[in-house]
């Protein structure tokens, strides 16, 4: 244990050693050398500077237009410029944020809004004007023309004012969301909500605010605030330019907020990414952030930070998805053309979540375009895609329709193996919705999705399965200060196996989940130093446990209902993030949870002291319909700070509680979608979480990076486990071939990210451990003898590697690499006889471990011509997965061969995997 506390401290050493190294750089250390910079003129020489240097020079043209710069010995660039000034009479003020201002008259501060903004003699509310109009030339933008907010009349004295209001995209009038809003001689800053809403309050007076987002190019707006009042704006979007190639990440929630564990990617970032079959797909690129990992390649569920799949939930649009993957985990069950934006919250998660304790990943759409008629799409050798939206009263209301599809039949149809080609793989999904603003203050959202498999292992067994929901949401926007949402939830998911392997056992079996849902959440900021949250949620959940049935007349399995589960969560929750500080702040959240199970039921009493089996049920206890069976109360808490060591580096701290009311049953390592849900009832607990987490983040100022080092450590208690041999397919009594029990991780996160340039993109390295606990005073009811051991998705290291290099416009190339340790197995370790009979002797759970993993994946992307007038645009990206044609084992496996028992290999891709892909959408390349 020392030598990981060392590890860790000298991470966290080194992590600030490297940010102070970045944030010592200033302008005032500029050296300037005369072989670089004499004889330019004056053009030349701001031109390279602001190149180098991330800096910016505003003066008018005139003055300077003749002036030759003449460097005869190296010489700081603030001595060069007072040597200057005095020799042209002319005047300079360093602002200290790297901005130089020059005029023929003193300056100081104060004189910045006279000599370099230029005022509205009309006042303006709006900012809806989507040119970029600038009335001071220079050679970066440093404002556009000022607004006014609010009037004289309306201002109240001695008081600061709210501004709110909404940021578009001017190219399609969606929200812009993550948008960060900030006055930088302030210090005060705000990030738009999900509909591009956003609130803060600033002092009266002339302020400069920039508006900055991952998509669009950066805004800056000269604002006169005179009361309260509106700015709505639009934001550009932004040309890919060799410079400007933005990865991902946000600098406000790296280092100013008290988010930790916060990853959010946007599908535009990760289109180039090389990936399986050449689906751009952000839940696989999501395995390539730090503390993310799964069982296995084309497995389903996400392991993230130590905790089982089931201990993740999956959001679209609000709408709960239980299966999250297609054809069992080679795709995602989320069309890429219809995504906005993705959020993965795995550390502080916010109080407004709640029923699962590892993470939550939260799936915005698109709002459609509200101007003019878009589509888009992509097909590759095994798949189409098709994303269309219009606007349906434009400015007003938009519907859009993405469809996705599989055709990989014919794939299957040339394999020599009679039994492959006599199978079927095929899914599709659909995601549709309508907006429809009402005035400025209301927005009504309807929204759908689908995804349905069908699959055929010809002399098998046959799958189908699928998930639907839908949400209606309503955004109220109800002053300046405060909103309010109110959505409605649907969501099912169901699956049948059809088991023709053996005729005589021949079967079918369904299984379903329903949920309904009904939350509220109102915002509110009183002003830039708190952000109140608060709002109720309430879920009925309806689940038809199993129906096993016959498959053919010839079948001597009975028929089997396993009966219905039903149970109402309610919860209530209420957070602030409170700036109490410039340099300190700090988030509270509380949620009280409210679960009730619900019969009609059978209850089972045991035996004291004995284990749960139908031998030693003393008593039956039965329930009627909607009568309450067991109600647990329990309050979840969040708890985090941020302290601003420098405006670019942070130290951050959080704890949090959560409980978990449902769970899967699954005794496999990876999760299929024949995996049922279970809620917690009379007799098993739900699950009890709590995550304790530090850590160091930087965005260093003149770069495009973002370094963050995070350490976390939680516990688990009523963690849910399976009985050796446990089979949970007809498990009619639950409790019987259950356990439950304890789980510990702990581990380390360190992430670079370069956001910008010809070469960008991110590593990141983890080590954990993850191990489970299953102790009682019953022999029968312990695992591994009541030993920990580390749970099947503990895998201590983990290195990934995302690099894209843009050579022009139209020819890049991106590249992954991946490894990971190998996960836990359980082997046989040896022979005995009893009585004369042959056992097979295991090993200690979890006791050894598969070959490590590694893999090098490429791809090439070409773009097509960039002519401005074009109907249609289109690229190409060939992808190379697996480019090494590395064995990687996905399990190993025993046969008993004359008398022997030999181990086998499985891999799932031993072969480089092809694949190329056409993507295509109406307009130019910028549209």
């Given at each position: 244990?020392?030598?990981?506390?060392?590890?860790?401290?000298?991470?966290?050493?080194?992590?600030?050693?490297?940010?102070?190294?970045?944030?010592?750089?200033?302008?005032?250390?500029?050296?300037?050398?005369?072989?670089?910079?004499?004889?330019?003129?004056?053009?030349?020489?701001?031109?390279?500077?602001?190149?180098?240097?991330?800096?910016?020079?505003?003066?008018?043209?005139?003055?300077?237009?003749?002036?030759?710069?003449?460097?005869?010995?190296s010489?700081?660039?603030?001595?060069?410029?007072?040597?200057e000034?005095?020799?042209?009479?002319l005047?300079?003020?360093?602002?200290?944020?790297?901005?130089?201002?020059?005029?023929?008259?003193?300056?100081?501060?104060?004189?910045?809004?006279d000599?370099?903004?230029?005022?509205?003699k009309?006042?303006?509310?709006?900012?809806?004007?989507?040119?970029?109009?600038?009335?001071?030339?220079?050679?970066n933008?440093?404002?556009?023309?000022?607004?006014?907010?609010?009037?004289r009349?309306k201002?109240?004295?001695?008081?600061?004012?709210?501004?709110?209001?909404?940021?578009?995209?001017s190219?399609?009038?969606?929200?812009?969301?993550?948008?960060?809003?900030?006055?930088?001689?302030?210090?005060?800053?705000?990030?738009?909500s999900?509909?591009?809403?956003?609130?803060i309050?600033?002092?009266?007076?002339l302020?400069?605010?920039?508006?900055?987002?991952i998509?669009?190019?950066?805004?800056?707006?000269t604002?006169?605030?005179?009361?309260?009042?509106?700015?709505n704006?639009?934001?550009?979007?932004?040309l890919?330019?060799?410079?400007?190639?933005?990865?991902?990440?946000?600098?406000?929630?790296?280092?100013?907020?008290?988010s930790?564990?916060?990853?959010r990617?946007?599908?535009?970032?990760?289109?180039?990414?090389?990936?399986?079959?050449?689906?751009?797909?952000?839940?696989?690129?999501?395995?390539?952030?730090?503390?993310v990992?799964?069982t296995?390649?084309?497995?389903?569920?996400f392991?993230?930070?130590?905790?089982?799949?089931?201990?993740?939930?999956?959001?679209?649009?609000?709408?709960?998805?239980?299966?999250?993957?297609?054809?069992?985990?080679?795709?995602?069950?989320?069309?890429?053309d219809?995504?906005?934006?993705?959020?993965?919250?795995?550390?502080?998660?916010?109080?407004e979540?709640?029923?699962?304790?590892?993470?939550?990943?939260?799936?915005?759409t698109?709002?459609?375009n509200?101007?003019?008629f878009?589509?888009?799409?992509?097909?590759?050798?095994?798949?189409?895609?098709?994303?269309?939206?219009?606007?349906?009263?434009?400015?007003?209301?938009?519907?859009?329709?993405?469809?996705?599809?599989?055709?990989?039949?014919?794939?299957?149809?040339?394999?020599?193996?009679?039994?492959?080609?006599?199978?079927?793989?095929?899914?599709?999904?659909?995601?549709t919705?309508?907006?429809?603003?009402i005035?400025?203050?209301?927005?009504?959202?309807?929204?759908?999705?689908?995804?349905?498999?069908?699959?055929?292992?010809?002399?098998?067994?046959?799958?189908?399965?699928?998930?639907?929901?839908?949400?209606?949401?309503?955004?109220?926007?109800?002053?300046?200060?405060s909103?309010?949402?109110?959505?409605?939830?649907?969501?099912?998911?169901?699956?049948?196996?059809?088991?023709?392997?053996?005729?005589?056992?021949?079967?079918?079996?369904?299984?379903?989940?329903?949920?309904?849902?009904?939350?509220?959440?109102?915002?509110?900021?009183?002003?830039?130093?708190?952000?109140?949250?608060?709002?109720?949620?309430?879920?009925?959940?309806?689940?038809?446990?199993?129906?096993?049935?016959p498959?053919?007349?010839?079948?001597?399995?009975?028929?089997?209902?396993?009966?219905?589960?039903?149970?109402?969560e309610?919860?209530?929750?209420?957070?602030d993030?409170?700036?109490?500080?410039p340099?300190?702040?700090?988030y509270?959240?509380?949620?009280?949870?409210?679960?009730?199970?619900?019969?009609?039921?059978?209850?089972?009493?045991?035996?004291?002291?004995?284990?749960?089996?139908?031998?030693?049920?003393i008593?039956?206890?039965?329930?009627?319909?909607?009568?309450?069976?067991k109600?647990?109360?329990?309050?979840?808490?969040?708890?985090?700070?941020?302290y601003?060591?420098?405006?670019?580096?942070?130290?951050?701290?959080?704890?949090?509680?959560?409980?978990?009311?449902?769970?899967?049953l699954?005794?496999?390592?990876s999760?299929?979608?024949?995996?049922?849900?279970?809620?917690?009832?009379?007799?098993?607990?739900?699950?009890?979480?709590?995550?304790?987490?530090?850590g160091?983040?930087?965005?260093?100022?003149?770069?495009?990076?973002?370094?963050?080092?995070?350490?976390?450590?939680?516990?688990?208690?009523?963690?849910?486990?399976?009985?050796?041999?446990?089979?949970?397919?007809?498990?009619?009594i639950?409790?019987?071939?259950?356990?439950?029990?304890?789980?510990?991780?702990?581990?380390?996160?360190?992430?670079?990210?370069?956001?910008s340039?010809?070469?960008?993109?991110?590593?990141?390295?983890?080590?954990?451990?993850?191990?489970?606990?299953?102790?009682?005073?019953?022999?029968?009811?312990?695992?591994?003898?009541?030993?920990?051991?580390?749970?099947?998705?503990?895998?201590?290291?983990?290195?990934n590697?995302?690099v894209?290099?843009?050579?022009?416009?139209?020819?890049?190339?991106?590249?992954?690499?991946?490894?990971?340790?190998?996960?836990p197995?359980?082997y046989?370790?040896?022979?005995?006889?009893?009585?004369?009979?042959?056992?097979?002797?295991?090993?200690?759970r979890?006791?050894?471990?598969l070959?490590?993993?590694?893999?090098?994946?490429?791809?090439v992307?070409?773009?097509?011509?960039?002519?401005?007038?074009?109907?249609?645009?289109?690229?190409?990206?060939?992808?190379?997965?697996?480019?090494?044609?590395?064995?990687?084992?996905?399990?190993v496996?025993?046969?008993n061969e004359?008398?022997?028992?030999?181990?086998?290999?499985?891999?799932?891709?031993g072969a480089?995997?092809?694949?190329?892909?056409?993507?295509?959408?109406?307009?130019?390349?910028?549209?």
């Open positions: 244990m020392n030598r990981s506390v060392k590890v860790i401290l000298s991470f966290i050493v080194l992590m600030i050693l490297l940010s102070l190294s970045f944030n010592s750089y200033s302008q005032k250390n500029i050296v300037l050398i005369p072989k670089e910079y004499n004889g330019l003129n004056w053009s030349q020489f701001v031109e390279k500077l602001e190149n180098h240097y991330h800096i910016r020079f505003f003066y008018e043209d005139d003055i300077l237009s003749k002036q030759v710069v003449s460097i005869k010995d010489i700081s660039l603030n001595d060069f410029l007072e040597m000034m005095r020799n042209t009479n005047h300079f003020l360093d602002d200290g944020n790297g901005n130089y201002f020059i005029s023929k008259s003193e300056i100081s501060n104060y004189d910045l809004s000599l370099f903004i230029s005022d509205e009309e006042p303006e509310i709006e900012d809806n004007d989507k040119t970029n109009e600038n009335y001071l030339k220079t050679n933008d440093y404002a556009n023309r000022t607004i006014i907010i609010g009037s009349k201002a109240k004295n001695g008081k600061k004012c709210t501004i709110s209001g909404y940021v578009r995209s190219e399609n009038n969606d929200p812009i969301v993550g948008c960060t809003i900030y006055i930088k001689k302030l210090g005060i800053g705000a990030v738009t999900s509909s591009g809403y956003f609130s309050t600033v002092p009266k007076g302020h400069i605010l920039t508006a900055s987002s998509e669009q190019n950066e805004k800056k707006i604002i006169d605030v005179r009361s309260e009042g509106t700015l704006f639009f934001m550009e979007k932004r890919v330019s060799l410079d400007e190639v933005v990865v991902t990440g946000d600098s406000y929630d790296n280092v100013r907020s008290t930790m564990g916060l990853e990617l946007a599908i535009k970032n990760v289109k180039y990414i090389p990936q399986m079959f050449g689906e751009a797909d952000l839940l696989k690129v999501a395995l390539m952030l730090p503390g990992q799964n296995g390649e084309a497995s389903s569920g392991n993230v930070r130590g905790s089982p799949s089931d201990q993740t939930q999956f959001f679209i649009n609000n709408v709960p998805i239980y299966n999250t993957s297609h054809l069992f985990g080679f795709f995602s069950a989320f069309n890429s219809v995504v906005e934006e993705f959020k993965l919250y795995k550390s502080n998660i916010p109080a979540y709640g029923g699962r304790l590892a993470s939550v990943f939260d799936i915005t698109t709002e459609g509200k101007q003019k878009s589509a888009r799409g992509g097909i590759s050798p095994i798949m189409a895609r098709l994303f269309v939206e219009t606007p349906v009263q434009k400015e007003q209301s938009s519907a859009y329709v993405g469809f996705r599809s599989t055709y990989s039949d014919w794939i299957l149809k040339r394999v020599q193996s009679p039994d492959i080609r006599n199978s079927r793989a095929g899914f599709y999904d659909v995601v919705g309508v907006n429809y603003k005035g400025d203050n209301h927005q009504i959202e309807l929204f759908g999705y689908l995804s349905s498999d069908d699959i055929s292992f010809s002399t098998l067994a046959d799958y189908k399965y699928e998930n639907i929901g839908g949400s209606l949401n309503w955004r109220y926007r109800l002053n300046s200060k909103k309010f949402n109110l959505s409605t939830v649907y969501s099912r998911y169901w699956f049948e196996e059809a088991n023709h392997e053996v005729a005589l056992n021949a079967f079918r079996h369904q299984f379903e989940i329903d949920n309904y849902k009904l939350k509220g959440v109102l915002n509110f900021i009183p002003n830039n130093n708190h952000n109140i949250s608060t709002g109720f949620e309430s879920t009925f959940y309806s689940i038809q446990r199993g129906k096993h049935m498959l053919a007349d010839q079948s001597v399995v009975s028929a089997i209902n396993l009966g219905s589960e039903n149970s109402i309610n919860a209530l929750f209420v957070s993030e409170w700036k109490i500080l340099y300190f702040t700090v509270g959240g509380l949620r009280f949870n409210n679960y009730n199970f619900l019969g009609g039921q059978n209850v089972y009493h045991y035996e004291n002291n004995s284990p749960f089996e139908e031998e030693t049920i008593d039956t206890s039965f329930y009627k319909n909607g009568e309450i069976v109600t647990y109360n329990s309050f979840d808490f969040r708890l985090a700070m941020n601003m060591l420098t405006t670019s580096l942070s130290f951050k701290a959080s704890v949090n509680s959560l409980h978990q009311q449902l769970f899967q699954s005794n496999t390592i999760i299929s979608p024949t995996a049922k849900w279970k809620m917690a009832d009379y007799h098993i607990k739900p699950l009890e979480g709590y995550q304790y987490s530090v160091v983040y930087s965005s260093p100022d003149a770069t495009s990076l973002e370094l963050s080092t995070e350490l976390y450590y939680k516990t688990v208690n009523n963690l849910v486990e399976f009985k050796n041999g446990a089979d949970l397919t007809l498990i009619e639950p409790e019987t071939e259950i356990v439950q029990g304890d789980l510990k991780a702990y581990g380390i996160e360190f992430m670079l990210k370069k956001k340039g010809r070469l960008n993109g991110w590593l990141n390295y983890t080590y954990s451990k993850s191990e489970a606990r299953v102790q009682s005073p019953i022999i029968e009811n312990e695992i591994n003898y009541g030993n920990p051991y580390p749970t099947n998705f503990d895998k201590p290291h983990a290195f590697l995302v894209n290099y843009k050579f022009n416009r139209r020819f890049s190339i991106s590249s992954n690499v991946v490894y990971n340790t190998g996960k197995v359980t046989p370790v040896g022979i005995y006889y009893l009585d004369g009979r042959r056992i097979i002797n295991f090993s200690g979890n006791e050894y471990r070959p490590d993993y590694f893999r090098v994946d490429l791809s992307n070409v773009e097509g011509n960039l002519k401005a007038k074009k109907f249609a645009h289109g690229s190409w990206s060939f992808s190379v997965y697996n480019l090494l044609g590395r064995k990687n084992a996905y399990s496996y025993f046969k004359d008398g022997k028992i030999n181990a086998y290999k499985l891999s799932v891709f480089p995997i092809v694949t190329l892909t056409y993507n295509f959408k109406f307009g130019n390349y910028a549209d």
